[in-house]
């Protein structure tokens, strides 16, 4: 079984920074793009940032400049460094990645059940 397992979240004040962190467990074979993705309340899900497994980078607008997105191959592991944060970036968080798991001669899409920000004005 492979699970994504997102930590990190919190309560900050505007203008502060968070890292989130979400790993990846189980019988991987390959991982290709991980990213992170948002959910405010009443709004839909939208990406906030994505890095392929040769490093090309995506952000939302509303995140260039202030979110950072990395990752550890040999952890398995995807970062989001947010920096300058806005009451606005107040959502759950969730971790996503494309994941060819021992069993599949294919890759699959992972969830992270999520993490809270939230930031106070």
């Known amino acids: 079984q492979v699970q994504l397992v997102e930590s990190g979240g919190g309560l900050v004040q505007a203008g502060g920074s968070l890292r989130l962190s979400c790993a990846a467990s189980?019988?991987?074979?390959?991982?290709?793009?991980m990213g992170w993705y948002r959910q405010a309340p009443g709004k839909q899900r939208e990406l906030v940032a994505r890095i392929t497994s040769s490093n090309n980078l995506n952000y939302a607008d509303s995140v260039k400049g202030r979110f950072t997105i990395s990752r550890d191959n040999a952890k398995n592991t995807v970062y989001l460094q947010m920096n300058s944060l806005k009451p606005e970036d107040t959502a759950v968080y969730y971790c996503?990645?494309?994941?060819?798991?021992?069993?599949?001669?294919?890759?699959?899409?992972?969830w992270g059940k999520g993490t809270l920000l939230t930031v106070s004005s």
């Open positions: 996503n990645a494309d994941i060819r798991p021992v069993s599949s001669i294919r890759p699959m899409n992972y």
């Open positions: 189980g019988s991987i074979f390959s991982i290709n793009a």
